[in-house]
């Protein structure tokens, strides 16, 4: 509750503030949960790595499957952590992630609120768009704050805060 408000206090300071806007905004995961992400990759991959040499020195084919499981699964979590970006393209109006490609003039309505995710209540932008599909952007980036101003002043009437 109080990061949001926070965030909501610093957005409305820097509302009147002219903001420049280059041709292509990138926006990578915050520095925190890349710091939690490796911290969860790097202990697999070791445990991966400890079971297939287990197995060359044990010769049981169980530590080479567990090691393979523990290895893919860690490589996959350093993967998603270095891969993740959102991309803002002003001049073209559009919005692009890993799976998504999201053009502007196509989002019928855009709000900034507070959801639950897993266990955690975090900031997010959920915009609908006009063929009725609803899109939920976790805000796990850094630069937030300049990420909902462009948001918000591409989108104009379309953007609004839910308090």
Known sequence: M?????LLK??????????????????????????????IAIPL?????????SYTVYH????????????G????????????SIVVDTENGNLKSDKLDLDFDN???????????GKKVVPVIDMITLDRKQVIIPLY??????????LRKLLGTKFSIEK
């Open 2 to 6: 109080l990061f949001y408000e926070n």
């Open 10 to 39: 610093e957005l409305e300071e820097n509302k009147n503030k002219p903001l420049e806007l280059k041709k292509i905004e990138k926006f990578g995961l915050d520095s925190k949960k890349k710091i939690g992400g490796c911290g």
């Open 45 to 53: 991959i070791a445990i991966g790595l400890f079971q297939v040499y």
């Open 60 to 71: 049981k084919w169980y530590l080479l499957i567990l090691g393979m499981i523990f290895l």
């Open 73 to 84: 699964i860690g490589v996959k979590q350093c993967k998603n952590l270095f891969s993740y």
């Open 107 to 117: 989002v019928e309505t855009l709000k900034l609120k507070e959801m639950k995710l």
């Open 141 to 150: 980036m850094n630069k937030q704050v300049r990420f909902i101003s462009i």
